[in-house]
């Protein structure tokens, strides 16, 4: 299982990964790409060496990029290995998914031929995936993102900052960036003869066929999607040219695609996104209408593509898809956000939505319908006239009617109009809960704590344990309705978040629920079960996450020590 903080090490990673591969699509030469792929590997990967050996004409394999030493890079930057040094080396060792990895116990066979290495011999490792100063990690690049297409080049990492070798989670993040690295490679080397194509065409007029045939293969057979669009005039933007690839990417045939400019095409929640990129070196990552009424991910890049005298003439746009990228991405953020067991929103993801319902301001009495209404829709008509009429006629002396001056910055966020619909609860600021109950209705907090787990845990093991979780954790979700929510605060312990409730609707609740996990539970061929105790706290504005979660807790406690040990349990 794994530990509390192993999401938040996730998240921070996804970001970081993020951001080194964001920086390798806005490098501006092949150069530049090279270095700062190995640039990444050690700002965002955690490892402390990198190198990238790039495939020359020849088929041999040259280092163009090193990060981490400037020793070691002046040593080996410039030097080649064989390519059938290299082949040997990637059919070594282990087979980490694309990865392969050749320990040292197997790598002093590789010490005396040509490919140019910095590695160094050391004591044997304490522990099993120690790593050692002779271990060799490679993460090929090939030109269509996956083993089978031709090889772009080789990125060998060394020392990792944590001392051990990765875990398959930093399998999978080294994985992706190469992924990611070669398109990038890839990109940097169409755009260059891209680039040095369009120079020729409007520099050299005499051999203008010679030029126009050149872009139209380059601009045709590319393996991504390519454009080129009108600039200024009526038509600006307007599409003119389209290849393959993009009409296969989009499912519309060049014909079609000349009646359309790309802000006819994009999302509209995109459309933004496009207009604030900027014509020359813009780039934007958004999404564009198939066909069929679907959407894809993609990165849009403009060059401008311009007349020496006369100044822009069109703009050339490459457009990338990026839609696998943002599968996974989407899944490695839903893994920091969720419990790997039970697949619930975990402790981060719950406090994150509580705050996202409380604010700063107090909870003070409890509205009428009427009131609730009114500021569930916005309707401040006799406020705004009390304001009115206490101000200079313009009904913008806000501060006079609040019942704590507005300096006091318990009111920041909010304006004299505030759409926040703040919490209230059946129940008083201090806790108590009114005689009769009133029809108020609250987000309510039910916590909950498994009684009886920890001898199922004891007598059958963890795996017994795991099971009776992922069971509660069902039967839970299964318990409430669609929109509350369900969240595993770690151990047994789980929490229920379920709005518009009253204090009667949030005790029927913690019954059914305690029904729910009563029954016994099938594990292995044996029948176990749990009980469970809950505390209903009650979120309102003006409390923090912590402190909803706490009063719920505690009342858990109250209630669980109310009954005797023997009911707990239902056995």
Same mark, same amino acid.
């Given at each position: ?19 080194? =591969?964001?920086?390798?699509?806005? @490098? ?139 875990? *398959? ?6 994985? =992706? ?16 003869? =891209? ?49 393959? @690839? ?89 893994? *920091? ?52 009429? @206490? ?75 795991? *099971? ?41 609740? @913690? ?52 009954? *005797? ?7």
């Amino acid at each position: 299982m794994e530990t509390e903080s192993e999401p938040y090490v996730r998240l921070a990673t996804l970001h970081q990964l993020h951001q080194v =591969m964001a920086d390798m699509n806005t @490098a501006r030469s092949l150069a530049d790409t090279l270095q700062t792929v190995a640039d990444g590997v050690v700002n965002g990967l955690g490892y402390e060496l990198a190198c990238v050996n790039l495939v020359r004409p020849d088929g041999d394999l040259v280092v163009a990029a090193f990060s981490g030493n400037s020793a070691a890079e002046a040593l080996i930057t410039g030097r080649v290995g064989s390519r059938e040094s290299w082949e040997r080396r990637l059919s070594m060792g282990e087979a980490w998914g694309e990865l392969r990895f050749i320990p040292y116990t197997e790598g002093w066979v590789l010490d005396e031929d040509d490919v140019p290495q910095w590695f160094t011999d050391g004591p044997p490792p304490r522990f099993d995936d120690e790593w050692h100063p002779s271990d060799r990690l490679f993460a090929p690049m090939y030109a269509t993102g996956a083993a089978g297409g031709e090889l772009l080049g080789v990125i060998s990492v060394d020392r990792p900052r944590n001392g051990r070798r990765p875990g *398959a989670w930093g399998r999978e993040a080294l994985q =992706m960036y190469a992924f990611q690295a070669a398109i990038a490679i890839s990109n940097a080397r169409l755009r260059a003869n =891209m680039q040095r194509a369009l120079v020729r065409l409007e520099r050299e007029q005499q051999a203008l066929r010679a030029s126009e045939e050149s872009f139209r293969q380059a601009f045709e057979y590319a393996p991504s999607g390519m454009a080129v669009a009108e600039m200024g005039g009526d038509q600006h933007g307007r599409i003119l040219r389209t290849n393959d @690839a993009l009409c296969r990417l989009l499912g519309r045939p060049a014909s079609a695609m000349r009646r359309y400019s790309f802000s006819d095409l994009v999302h509209p929640e995109d459309i933004g996104t496009l207009l604030r990129t900027s014509a020359e070196g813009g780039r934007a990552e958004l999404r564009l209408a198939r066909r069929d009424g679907t959407y894809v991910w993609v990165s849009l890049r403009n060059s401008v593509v311009a007349d020496a005298t006369d100044g822009p003439r069109f703009l050339l746009t490459h457009v990338e898809d990026i839609e696998e990228r943002k599968r996974r991405e989407l899944q490695l953020a839903h893994r *920091a956000s969720h419990d790997s067991l039970t697949g619930l929103p975990n402790s981060a993801e719950l406090r994150a939505r509580l705050s996202a319902r409380l604010c700063r301001r107090p909870q003070e009495s409890r509205p009428s319908a009427i009131d609730s209404l009114d500021a569930a829709y916005g309707d401040h008509r006799a406020q705004g006239a009390q304001l009115a009429s @206490a101000s200079d006629g313009h009904g913008f002396d806000f501060g006079s009617a609040l019942p704590v001056p507005p300096q006091s910055g318990l009111y920041d966020g909010f304006d004299g109009f505030d759409r926040h619909v703040h919490l209230v609860a059946p129940e008083g600021p201090d806790g108590t809960a009114p005689v009769a109950d009133d029809g108020t209705k609250g987000l309510a907090v039910l916590f909950c704590d498994l009684d009886g787990f920890k001898s199922i845990n004891d007598r059958f093991g963890h795996n017994a344990g795991d *099971a009776v979780l992922i069971e509660v954790a069902r039967r839970l979700t299964n318990g409430v309705r669609d929109g509350d929510t369900v969240a595993r605060l770690g151990g047994d312990e789980f929490v229920v978040l379920a709005d518009g409730l009253g204090r009667e609707d949030a005790q029927d609740l @913690a019954v059914r629920l305690r029904n729910a996990i009563i029954p016994p539970i099938r594990v292995d061929g044996r029948a176990v079960r749990v009980g469970a105790s809950f505390g209903i706290g009650w979120a309102h504005c003006g409390m923090t996450a912590e402190e909803v979660l706490s009063s719920a807790d505690q009342r858990m406690y109250v209630e669980k020590r109310s009954r *005797a040990k023997q009911h707990r349990r239902a056995g």
